[in-house]
């Protein structure tokens, strides 16, 4: 059974540019997670996703982010404009449900100079 | 404010070594969850333990829950090379399905 994947692996982007991440999520998986590591800070959560909802995005920086999952399948999360300090490790994670184990994916490298 | 405080944040031993890693917290964890990421991949969950005292062996590690659930340690015996990694703990005290991390500890072993 395939995992959590992420793409793409690594991207750099200048300040003010777009980029969006995509995650695909084991399959039946419902609960799809997105978490960053920045610079020396521990991973945080970002938002989750119950199918195509958005149950809980209290973690999200600010309105430069958006992530959808249409569908309920894979979800993307697009950074628009980027800044500096966005950069860092972009995770994805999935579970069958609610505290269930989640699986997480291999993140996204973003820098951005 | 950090929630999950780890330490020590790097460690660096010998092959056959023991070491021993703390996550503390002031704050009450339903269950708390020990993950190993090594580059380029995301955490792997290595346990859970959820009841106060509880203690839980996997090989050479040994995972153990506060009385008062608000801490946990890793210990590791005869450590081996294999074992280098970062090593995460991770908890819900809110039970919101939310994962919030530890800083982590990054732990090498040489041959």
């Known amino acids: 059974e395939a995992g959590v994947t992420q793409f793409p692996s690594h991207s750099v982007i200048e300040k003010g540019q777009t980029v969006t991440l995509r995650c695909d999520p084991i399959s039946g998986h419902d609960n799809l997670y997105w978490y960053r590591r920045v610079m020396g800070k521990e991973i945080k959560f970002l938002l989750h996703?119950?199918?195509?909802?958005?149950?809980?995005e209290s973690g999200m920086p600010n309105n430069r982010f958006l992530a959808e999952r249409t569908g309920g399948t894979y979800s993307t999360l697009k950074v628009q404009p980027a800044e500096l300090e966005d950069s860092g490790v972009y995770f994805c994670?999935?579970?069958?449900?609610?505290?269930?184990?989640?699986?997480f994916g291999p993140g996204t490298r973003l820098t951005v100079l | 404010t950090q929630l999950l405080e780890q330490s020590p944040q790097f460690l660096s031993i010998q092959e056959g070594e023991n070491l021993t890693v703390y996550c503390n917290s002031s704050s009450v964890f339903s269950s708390l969850q020990w993950y190993r990421q090594e580059p380029g991949e995301g955490p792997v969950l290595l346990v859970t333990?959820?009841?106060?005292?509880e203690v839980k062996k996997l090989k050479r590690l040994t995972f153990q829950f506060g009385d008062a659930r608000k801490d946990s340690s890793l210990h590791i015996t005869a450590a081996q090379p294999g074992d280098t990694g970062l090593y995460l703990c991770a908890g819900d005290p809110y039970n919101t399905d939310k994962l919030i991390f530890g800083t982590g500890t990054r732990l090498q072993v040489f041959p």
């Open positions: 333990v959820v009841t106060g005292g």
């Open positions: 996703f119950v199918k195509e909802s958005k149950q809980d």
């Open positions: 994670a999935s579970s069958q449900g609610y505290y269930n184990e989640q699986f």
